[in-house]
Nanobody
């Protein structure tokens, strides 16, 4: 089993930055990929970014490319999401997800991930 705990959410002005963290525990050896998804009130969950646990492959949604950076620290079993130049449209609950076997062609599909964190709220003000 794998447990995921997100942190780092909060209130930030448009144009500002936040760094989200996702700490994994349990059967870490079984994870091959981790991703970030977000869901705003009344909207569907959408893919944000993903990273392979080893190898360093990353993928980003077009809406966040150039602004967000996903990274990992294997020693700490933690994945980060550095969010810069935040926009009002980025306001959402951000979820960390992990899976033991997911192909790169399916990494943007939330239903492919088995493990999920509880979410952390990101609020953007003007």
């Amino acid at each position: 089993q794998v447990q995921l705990v997100e942190s780092g959410g909060g209130l930030v002005q448009a144009g500002g930055s936040l760094r989200l963290s996702c700490a994994a525990s349990g059967s870490i050896f079984s994870i091959n990929a981790m991703g970030w998804f977000r869901q705003a009130p009344g909207k569907e969950r959408e893919f944000v970014a993903a990273i392979w646990w080893s190898g360093g492959y990353t993928d980003y949604a077009n809406s966040v490319k150039g602004r967000f950076t996903i990274s990992r620290d294997n020693a700490k079993n933690t994945v980060y999401l550095q969010m810069n130049s935040l926009k009002f449209e980025d306001m959402a609950v951000y979820f960390c997800a992990a899976d033991s076997s997911i192909g790169r062609s399916r990494v943007r599909i939330g239903e492919e991930y088995y493990y999920w964190g509880q979410g952390t709220q990101v609020t953007v003000s003007s």
